[in-house]
């Protein structure tokens, strides 16, 4: 186990380095309540995110053409996600109403509910729609917990209150196109390109500090995984090394959900990312000399910045993160990093 001496720090101004000193107490484990589950709907500030996602990427129409009509109430304001599993949660709900955004328009026309609410709340309720008609039309599970937005429970009553009207608008809509499902009214060439991306592998990085590569596969040998030489030979339960990074192993994508609720995933000794995020990590640490340091100008990602903490924990680095713009943020942070056994703010 590599030493506990911890190179990650925290700032909200540059000239304001806090040093932070990893923790070697385990904290309990707590999953994520943000992603959908069974298909039961999103917390309350992913409907609201993916709304702010969705008002600035949604197709603008010809004046002339133009039926819907989206307030601007949402632009000036950007999404401020809780956790990395709201940021993804919201950025797939905002570009799949994105995806079947005429389908969404022409189902609140044709069940002439639209009219009754203001511009300003168009985006949320083309966003919370697509989730709605995702879920058959059935009710939200709500956790007593859960912190409530207005505007949110205000959409989804009014919604819900018509779902007659648009289930009808919906069914139309498919015997018009002769659909089974909406996925095909998609174009063909549409279709293929989303078959191609769910077929896409997963990649993991194994977070050192918290376990080594052969406990890793031990654990995943324990669950049932074999592992293979590569990504060619995956079936069923198995696994590989990634070719380009030393420290990130690679599953089917068919085992999303299994492997997401995995101790080892869930204990944050493997995280789930997208292999970009990994490369550049791998690519900043080969510029690496000694006693070089790592500025994190931008604080898009709390996974990467605890990557390249554990990355570089036993060289003579430290790394920086800055652009935490308030105190809440910042514990967030704290908790997350502790998790990870990437450090606590001191």
């Known amino acids: 186990m590599p030493s506990s001496k911890s190179n990650l720090m925290l700032s909200s101004d540059i000239s304001n380095f806090r040093e932070m000193a990893i923790s070697n107490k385990r904290e309990p484990v707590e999953k994520s309540t943000t992603s959908?589950?069974?298909?039961?709907?999103?917390?309350?500030?992913?409907?609201?995110?993916?709304?702010?996602?969705?008002?600035?990427?949604?197709?603008?129409?010809?004046?002339?053409?133009?039926?819907?009509?989206?307030?601007?109430?949402?632009?000036?304001?950007?999404?401020d996600f809780k956790d990395e599993c709201s940021q993804r949660s919201s950025y797939e709900l905002a570009f799949s109403a994105l995806k079947y955004q005429d389908l969404l328009e022409n189902?609140?026309?044709?069940?002439?509910?639209?009219?009754?609410?203001?511009?300003?709340?168009?985006?949320?309720?083309?966003?919370?729609?697509?989730?709605?008609?995702?879920?058959?039309?059935?009710?939200r599970q709500i956790s007593d917990e859960e912190e409530s937005i207005p505007e949110v429970r205000d959409v989804e009553r009014y919604l819900y209150s018509f779902k007659t009207k648009l289930a009808a608008a919906l069914a139309r809509c498919r015997i018009k196109h002769d659909a089974l499902s909406i996925e095909y009214i998609l174009p063909e060439t549409l279709r293929k390109q989303e078959q191609r991306a769910s077929a896409l592998p997963l990649y993991a990085w194994i977070n050192t500090l918290k376990s080594s590569l052969e406990?890793?596969?031990?654990?995943?040998?324990?669950?049932?995984?074999t592992k293979v030489e590569s990504v060619s030979d995956f079936e069923g339960y198995t696994y590989c090394l990634d070719k380009h990074c030393h420290d990130v192993l690679v599953f089917p994508a068919s085992l999303k959900e299994e492997i997401l609720n995995l101790e080892l995933f869930t204990g944050y000794k493997l995280i789930l990312q997208d292999k970009s995020r990994s490369l550049a990590v791998h690519s900043v640490?080969?510029?690496?000399?000694?006693?070089?340091?790592?500025?994190?100008?931008h604080m898009g990602s709390r996974l990467t910045a605890a990557h390249?903490?554990?990355?570089?924990?036993?060289?003579?680095?430290?790394?920086?993160?800055?652009?935490?713009?308030?105190?809440?943020?910042?514990?967030?942070?704290k908790e997350l990093f502790t998790r990870m056994a990437c450090g606590s703010m001191c």
């Not at 510029?287 to 340091?293: A, P």
């Open 36 to 79: 959908l589950i069974e298909n039961n709907g999103y917390q309350d500030s992913v409907y609201i995110n993916a709304a702010k996602i969705f008002q600035g990427i949604r197709n603008e129409k010809p004046q002339d053409k133009i039926l819907v009509r989206y307030g601007n109430e949402l632009k000036p304001s950007l999404p």
């Open 107 to 139: 189902i609140l026309l044709d069940s002439f509910i639209f009219l009754l609410q203001p511009d300003e709340l168009t985006s949320l309720i083309v966003v919370m729609l697509y989730d709605l008609q995702d879920r058959k039309f059935q009710a």
């Open 215 to 225: 406990d890793i596969y031990k654990e995943l040998k324990k669950e049932g995984f």
């Open 285 to 297: 640490k080969a510029l690496l000399n000694m006693y070089d340091d790592i500025i994190v100008a």
């Open 308 to 333: 390249m903490s554990v990355l570089s924990n036993q060289s003579t680095s430290k790394v920086f993160v800055c652009g935490v713009k308030s105190q809440a943020k910042e514990v967030e942070l």
